[in-house]
């Protein structure tokens, strides 16, 4: 586990666009920070930056006292998970949580171990030989965290991961991947644009705002929830 510091941050794109300005803050170890703002204030960009997905521009990102600025993705001991779950569609559960640790070249019998231990925490054990088409919209989501999960990452990076769920389950998965959160004490990083989800969710709230120029941040706050 490590707290995560981003110094300074800024992004544009190769047509010019500033997407995030000159960004600092930091998440503590283990704390669950929700990032919101209106749609094209650089949630996704910052996200990404975080990821390795995408270079920066200016400043740096540090994961503990490490600069992980020119990491690659694979180098920085993060963890993704997308609003559209991204699992295969033709690799069992297991097989779905077994495959990056598999791309690690890990034993077979530690895969297994970690594999099950983190099934156990999702309530996935019953569905380990099934496909992601045979599960409920539920189910896939907790494969997707399983999948992020399973190795230990020292952070989480979220990207809307219940906006495509209906509303009855998207609550339900908000105290579920809160208390996920608490059990495994990942520093997390989580975006939204539901208000709600950010109040009820986040330890604090980062608050983006459109770029309006290169030099002004467009972090407009970072505050506790009342
Ligand atoms: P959000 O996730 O908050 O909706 P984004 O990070 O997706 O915001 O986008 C921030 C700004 O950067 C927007 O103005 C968007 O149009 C722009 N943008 C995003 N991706 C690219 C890209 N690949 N090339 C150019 N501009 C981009
Ligand atoms: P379901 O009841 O969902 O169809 P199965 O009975 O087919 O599930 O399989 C469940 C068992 O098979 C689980 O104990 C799971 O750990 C194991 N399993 C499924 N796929 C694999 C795999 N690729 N490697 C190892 N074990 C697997």
Redesign the pocket.
């Given at each position: 586990m490590a707290s995560m510091t981003f110094d300074g941050v800024g992004k544009t794109y190769p047509d010019g666009t500033v997407a995030v300005a000159n960004v600092s803050f930091a998440i503590a170890d283990g704390e669950f920070v929700v990032l919101v703002g209106p749609s094209g204030c650089g949630k996704s960009t910052l996200l990404r930056m975080a990821a390795g997905l995408e270079t920066l521009n200016s400043g740096r990102l540090l994961m503990g006292d490490n600069d992980v600025t020119e990491n690659d993705p694979q180098d920085r001991d993060i963890a993704m998970v997308f609003q559209n779950y991204a699992l295969y569609p033709h690799?069992?559960?297991?097989?779905n949580m077994?495959f990056g640790l598999q791309q690690r070249k890990m034993p077979k019998q530690e895969i297994?171990k970690l594999?099950?231990v983190a099934?156990e925490m999702l309530d996935l054990?019953?569905?380990?030989?099934?496909k992601p088409g045979?599960l409920s919209g539920g189910q896939r989501q907790r494969v997707a965290m399983g999948r992020a999960i399973v190795r230990h990452p020292m952070a989480f990076l979220m990207d809307e991961p219940l906006s495509n769920l209906d509303a009855k389950l998207r609550v339900q998965m908000r105290g579920e991947l809160k208390l996920l959160n608490q059990r495994l004490g990942v520093t997390t990083l989580y975006v939204t644009h539901d208000q709600v989800e950010a109040m009820t969710m986040g330890d604090r709230v980062a608050v983006l705002k459109p770029v309006r120029n290169g030099l002004e941040s467009n972090l407009q706050q970072l505050d506790t929830p009342q």
């Open positions: 690799m069992t559960v297991y097989e077994a297994d594999v099950r099934a054990t019953r569905h380990l030989g099934r045979a």
